[in-house]
Nanobody, 115 residues
Framework: QVQLVESGGGLVQAGGSLRLSCATS????????MGWYRQGPGNQRELVAA???????NYADSVTGRFTIFRDSAKNTVYLQMNSLKPEDTAVYYC?????????WGQGTQVTVSS
């Protein structure tokens, strides 16, 4: 069974920073595209950022320049560094591992940004 173990969410003031972590197995980490999605109140789940096994990244326009996704191969972990957080970043953030047709999700971690 594939496990994606997330950590790092919490409450932060606008302008602050948080780092999310998602740990998984080497068999997943070395092959799958790893990504972070979020779902705010009343919204659909949306892609925030993704990174391939080769290190190619992709970001939503709303977070470009503020968020950074990166991988630590020694720990089989993908991170999302979030800086200059805004109240509209408030959402449940989900780690995702994708290798079509396989698609796995973490349990989600709450990020709340107060104004």
């Amino acid at each position: 069974q594939v496990q994606l173990v997330e950590s790092g969410g919490g409450l932060v003031q606008a302008g602050g920073s948080l780092r999310l972590s998602c740990a998984t197995s080497r068999s997943i980490f070395s092959i799958y595209v790893m990504g972070w999605y979020r779902q705010g109140p009343g919204n659909q789940r949306e892609l925030v950022a993704a990174i391939t096994s080769g290190g190619i990244t992709n970001y939503a326009d709303s977070v470009t320049g503020r968020f950074t996704i990166f991988r630590d191969s020694a720990k089989n972990t993908v991170y999302l560094q979030m800086n200059s957080l805004k109240p509209e970043d408030t959402a449940v953030y989900y780690c995702n591992a994708r290798n079509i047709p396989r698609n796995y999700w973490g349990q989600g971690t709450q990020v709340t940004v107060s104004s």
